[in-house]
């Protein structure tokens, strides 16, 4: 049984930078990846990056590809967004999610069992 809990989100004027982070509150958490998602209001939810848990693989979206940076700390059972260069359209409610090592396509929601309860970006021009 797993909680995820993502916390850093807040309003940033566009160019600005946040960090936002997840952690886990399993014991022994190893899952095979770990994504981050977002969603605005009235669209479906997207697809941000991913990493593996070994921290061998990454992807990202197309948009935030060089502004992004998605990185893990097994340790502390932790997964980061650092986000730089915001762009107003950066704005929705981001998620973490955890794939256990199910079938499927990376980029989809439904290859993560768990998620957090999510945590708000708002960029503002």
């Known amino acids: 049984q797993v909680e995820l809990v993502e916390s850093g989100g807040g309003l940033v004027q566009a160019g600005g930078s946040l960090r936002l982070s997840c952690v886990a509150s399993e014991r022994t958490f190893s899952p095979y990846a770990m994504g981050w998602f977002r969603q605005a209001p009235g669209k479906e939810r997207e697809f941000v990056a991913r990493?593996?848990?070994?921290?061998?693989?990454?992807d990202y979206e197309d948009s935030v590809k060089g502004r992004f940076t998605i990185s893990r700390d097994s340790a502390k059972n932790t997964v980061y967004l650092q986000m730089t260069s915001l762009k107003p359209e950066d704005t929705a409610a981001y998620y973490c999610?955890?794939?256990?090592?199910?079938?499927?396509?990376?980029?989809?929601?439904?290859?993560?069992?768990?998620w957090g309860q999510g945590t708000q970006v708002t960029v503002y021009s």
């Open positions: 999610a955890a794939d256990r090592g199910s079938r499927g396509i990376y980029y989809s929601p439904n290859k993560y069992e768990y």
């Open positions: 990493i593996t848990w070994s921290g061998r693989t990454t």
